[in-house]
């Protein structure tokens, strides 16, 4: 029988979709590749598909992801960068050889080395993290208001006034706690 595990975060930012691997890192915390081949489905998912993954490997992604965790929050709070996750990250960069390639249609997709493969998956959501942190990209990097989340994430709203990391997640459980609230409030002077 095979093992139901939990699904992955929709995103579209690959660094911040990867952290959102590991969810409720503040309360019941989910850990979404719990096995090398389940981060081979993710890195599949994103277009960085892989042949094989061992149990070293599966502990470097979790250690980068991490490390962009810490980094982007840091940014996020604008807060000085912890050196050690800096590290890891400029680390796994470096190590990765993977090529951005064109499709026929004209997307970008990417073109991993033929031997550790991994390390090149995990080099190119190493440089995505880079752009991220560093402000290259347009938008705001965010913490997710939830107590139990603060996830980072990447805040794209015109009006950069974002507040959860997912709205089908951490902001439908805060829309759906207000409700509740406002409905024993409306109970309980309606009595
Ligand atoms: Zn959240």
Known sequence: MRAVFPDFRAGNVLATSFTGTLTERHGAA??????????MDWLEAHGLAVDNCTP?????????????????????????LPAAAVRVINDCSAR??????LTPAGERCWTLGSTSCVEDALGVIAADAIDVI???????????????????FLDTSQSR???WCDMNTCGNRQKKARLKANQGASSASAG
């Not at 989910?30 to 981060?39: A, F, G, H, K, S």
């Not at 990765?96 to 390639?101: E, F, I, K, L, T």
């Not at 560093?134 to 980072?152: I, K, M, N, P, Q």
């Open 30 to 39: 989910v850990e979404r590749i719990p096995t090398p081949q389940r981060l």
């Open 56 to 80: 070293a490997q599966l502990d470097d992604a979790r250690e980068l992801r991490e490390s962009i965790h810490a980094a982007a929050t840091a940014a996020a709070l604008g807060e000085g």
């Open 96 to 101: 990765g050889r993977a090529a951005a390639a």
């Open 134 to 152: 560093a402000g290259e990209r347009d938008g705001r990097l965010a913490l997710c208001a939830s107590e139990t989340c603060r996830a980072a």
């Open 161 to 163: 006034t974002r507040r």
